[in-house]
């Protein structure tokens, strides 16, 4: 077996794959390189290690690669799922001992579509109970985040609402992509609020959030919220960034905490781009937010909350959130959603004549209230920023990646496109990662 260098598990998923190619190491010895890394450090982050499977799929990746069968640059390299996704004839249980025993015949769509791309699944990531629904605000931990932070997968995916796996992966200094409502498939996924959830990929560059996006992204009719659309990574298509017109908030840009959000907008105005001040729509975001998601979450779980079973839940606040939004009233779901559609379009029209929106993507922390309405946090709780917010309602996508290192109270800044503009996206943050190393791990001391 082929010594594997430490540097190895914090490289990119696309540096992998070249080592692949270039024949440093086998897919084989890479599985089992990650796999006694999972064992050896993070032991309370899986729920499952797919030992065998992983070893298997490796294996056949180097005959392909001997047969020079290329299938892309996911080939041969590991990832991961949370367990709020389905992988055939092995446990799912949604991060809950209420379904431990729960076993799906089918995988995940976008396990499926990573399989064929020559990525090797190698474990289950333990999920927030129930994917987090009846959490009305993101958790300040996520074990997927964590994952990938420290070197135990290149890359990995899991069930985004509400700022679920970006909050988190904005505090560990990774770059996440949240594509468009719709352009990836969530068959195979826990329910937690159907018209906001999303597949989101935490990953090391946006570089490899355009590979990632480009195997997972298509139309399936088993998800009723799936738009049909495709999605092809293909950077030499996408106008240059000197053509971009980037809007941006100036109260985002004030006092020294958003240093390294002027470091990126600079960047990108050195690079040619047309800085245009916007200001957000002024809509109630957070409470139009919570409301569809406390209704929508309840609905997918009704039976199990009349069934009593819900008392199971390790977190009370987050039971007794579920059961708070099957008391909802009619009449304030529907008009959240008349909420929200206003949103949509005041979103729209704000970034038609804009290529992007620059925003920080580190929330803003807010004092609970007492009771929660829900939220399974207590104390100083973190939400989105008002434009990351209103793109989440408005099913706009949004990549997040780190800026500048140092100790400031922004750590990453958020890019959001128009619908289905995710090349657009990528193409700035690529410009950003290629000229700074902001997203790089530090050296040690």
């Given at each position: 077996?082929?010594?594997?260098?430490?540097?190895?598990?914090?490289?990119?998923?696309?540096?992998?794959?070249?080592?692949?190619?270039?024949?440093?190491?086998?897919?084989?010895?890479?599985?089992?390189?990650?796999?006694?890394?999972?064992?050896?450090?993070?032991?309370?982050?899986?729920?499952?290690?797919?030992?065998?499977?992983?070893?298997?799929?490796?294996?056949?990746?180097?005959?392909?690669?001997?047969?020079?069968?290329?299938?892309?640059?996911?080939?041969?390299?590991?990832?991961?799922?949370?367990?709020?996704?389905?992988?055939?004839?092995?446990?799912?249980?949604?991060?809950?001992?209420?379904?431990?025993?729960?076993?799906?015949?089918?995988?995940?769509?976008?396990?499926?579509?990573?399989?064929?791309?020559?990525?090797?699944?190698?474990?289950?990531?333990?999920?927030?109970?129930?994917?987090?629904?009846?959490?009305?605000?993101?958790?300040?931990?996520c074990a997927a985040v964590e994952a990938v932070a420290n070197g135990l997968t290149p890359y990995a995916l899991g069930v985004e609402a509400g700022g679920s796996l970006l909050v988190p992966a904005s505090a560990h200094r990774l770059t996440i992509l949240k594509p468009t409502y719709g352009l990836v498939s969530r068959f195979g996924a826990v329910p937690?609020?159907?018209?906001?959830?999303?597949?989101?990929?935490?990953?090391?560059?946006?570089?490899?959030?355009?590979?990632?996006?480009?195997?997972?992204?298509?139309?399936?009719?088993r998800d009723a919220g799936s738009s049909g659309k495709s999605f092809h990574y293909a950077l030499q298509y996408v106008a240059p960034l000197s053509t971009f017109r980037i809007g941006f908030a100036p109260p985002d840009f004030e006092g020294a905490a958003a240093a390294p959000l002027r470091a990126v907008l600079d960047l990108l105005k050195r690079a040619?781009?047309?800085?245009?001040?916007?200001?957000?729509?002024?809509?109630?975001?957070?409470?139009?937010?919570?409301?569809?998601?406390?209704?929508?979450?309840?609905?997918?779980?009704?039976?199990?909350?009349?069934?009593?079973?819900?008392?199971?839940?390790?977190?009370?606040?987050?039971?007794?959130?579920?059961?708070?939004?099957?008391?909802?009233?009619?009449?304030?779901?529907?008009?959240?959603?008349?909420?929200?559609?206003?949103?949509?379009?005041?979103?729209?029209?704000?970034?038609?004549?804009?290529?992007?929106?620059?925003?920080?993507?580190?929330?803003?922390?807010?004092?609970?209230?007492?009771?929660?309405?829900?939220?399974?946090?207590?104390?100083?709780?973190?939400?989105?920023?008002?434009?990351?917010?209103?793109?989440?309602?408005?099913?706009?996508?949004?990549?997040?990646?780190?800026?500048?290192?140092?100790?400031?109270?922004?750590?990453?800044?958020?890019?959001?496109?128009?619908?289905?503009?995710?090349?657009?996206?990528?193409?700035?943050?690529?410009?950003?990662?290629?000229?700074?190393?902001?997203?790089?791990?530090?050296?040690?001391?």
């Amino acid at each position: 077996m082929a010594s594997i260098p430490p540097e190895v598990f914090h490289a990119t998923a696309v540096e992998l794959n070249q080592r692949l190619l270039r024949k440093d190491f086998t897919a084989a010895e890479l599985a089992r390189a990650f796999l006694e890394r999972m064992q050896s450090q993070g032991r309370q982050t899986w729920a499952l290690l797919l030992k065998d499977e992983s070893r298997q799929r490796a294996r056949d990746v180097d005959r392909e690669l001997k047969r020079d069968r290329i299938r892309g640059a996911l080939q041969g390299v590991p990832f991961c799922v949370e367990d709020s996704l389905s992988v055939a004839r092995h446990p799912t249980s949604w991060g809950s001992p209420i379904f431990a025993k729960q076993v799906f015949d089918t995988n995940a769509a976008v396990v499926d579509r990573l399989n064929k791309s020559g990525a090797v699944l190698t474990a289950k990531i333990k999920a927030r109970e129930l994917g987090g629904a009846g959490r009305l605000s993101p958790l300040r931990t996520c074990a997927a985040v964590e994952a990938v932070a420290n070197g135990l997968t290149p890359y990995a995916l899991g069930v985004e609402a509400g700022g679920s796996l970006l909050v988190p992966a904005s505090a560990h200094r990774l770059t996440i992509l949240k594509p468009t409502y719709g352009l990836v498939s969530r068959f195979g996924a826990v329910p937690v609020s159907w018209s906001l959830d999303r597949i989101g990929i935490i990953a090391r560059s946006a570089h490899d959030c355009g590979h990632i996006l480009h195997a997972v992204a298509g139309g399936d009719d088993r998800d009723a919220g799936s738009s049909g659309k495709s999605f092809h990574y293909a950077l030499q298509y996408v106008a240059p960034l000197s053509t971009f017109r980037i809007g941006f908030a100036p109260p985002d840009f004030e006092g020294a905490a958003a240093a390294p959000l002027r470091a990126v907008l600079d960047l990108l105005k050195r690079a040619g781009a047309t800085l245009v001040e916007v200001r957000p729509p002024d809509y109630p975001f957070e409470s139009a937010a919570r409301t569809i998601q406390a209704a929508e979450s309840s609905a997918a779980f009704a039976d199990l909350i009349a069934s009593g079973a819900i008392d199971q839940l390790s977190d009370r606040r987050q039971a007794d959130g579920l059961r708070s939004g099957l008391e909802l009233p009619a009449v304030q779901y529907l008009t959240a959603s008349r909420v929200r559609r206003q949103i949509q379009q005041a979103m729209n029209e704000l970034i038609a004549p804009l290529d992007l929106l620059i925003a920080p993507a580190h929330p803003v922390e807010q004092e609970d209230s007492p009771g929660g309405g829900g939220s399974s946090t207590s104390g100083r709780t973190r939400r989105m920023t008002a434009h990351a917010a209103a793109a989440d309602l408005a099913g706009l996508p949004v990549l997040a990646l780190p800026g500048p290192h140092g100790e400031h109270a922004i750590q990453c800044i958020c890019l959001i496109a128009k619908a289905n503009g995710e090349n657009t996206l990528l193409q700035a943050a690529h410009y950003v990662q290629s000229q700074e190393d902001w997203h790089k791990p530090q050296p040690p001391a």
